[in-house]
């Protein structure tokens, strides 16, 4: 089956930075539209930021203008560059594919484990 797995959480102060990576494997024919979530202890998952094959991006106000998606479609990765990272950030961040299964040729979905970001002095 389809596995999407995340890398690159961990401890930072204010104002830092982290990139986290989020790989996808199996039998995927093409991936649509990938993303990332987070989710705050006590909140709702939110769409962070998301990005189209052709290279179309989506972001939550909150972290416009700090955060950037970007992709690297030969390898069906996707990456989350975060800077001026602040204490509000602090999350599980989870990827999300849409992908046309290399098996059925049908429209499917999955989500990454999950990796922590924390933002704190």
């Known amino acids: 089956q389809v596995q999407l797995v995340e890398s690159g959480g961990g401890l930072v102060q204010p104002g830092g930075s982290l990139r986290l990576s989020c790989a996808a494997s199996g039998s995927i024919f093409v991936i649509s539209t990938m993303g990332w979530y987070r989710q705050a202890p006590g909140k709702q998952r939110e769409l962070v930021a998301a990005?189209?094959?052709?290279?179309?991006?989506n972001y939550a106000d909150s972290v416009k203008g700090r955060f950037t998606i970007s992709r690297d479609n030969a390898k069906n990765t996707v990456y989350l560059q975060m800077n001026s990272l602040k204490p509000e950030d602090t999350a599980v961040y989870y990827c999300?594919?849409?992908?046309?299964?290399?098996?059925?040729?049908?429209?499917?979905?999955?989500w990454g484990q999950g990796t922590q970001v924390t933002v704190s002095s």
């Open positions: 999300n594919a849409d992908f046309i299964s290399g098996r059925t040729l049908e429209i499917d979905n999955y």
């Open positions: 990005i189209t094959r052709g290279g179309s991006t």
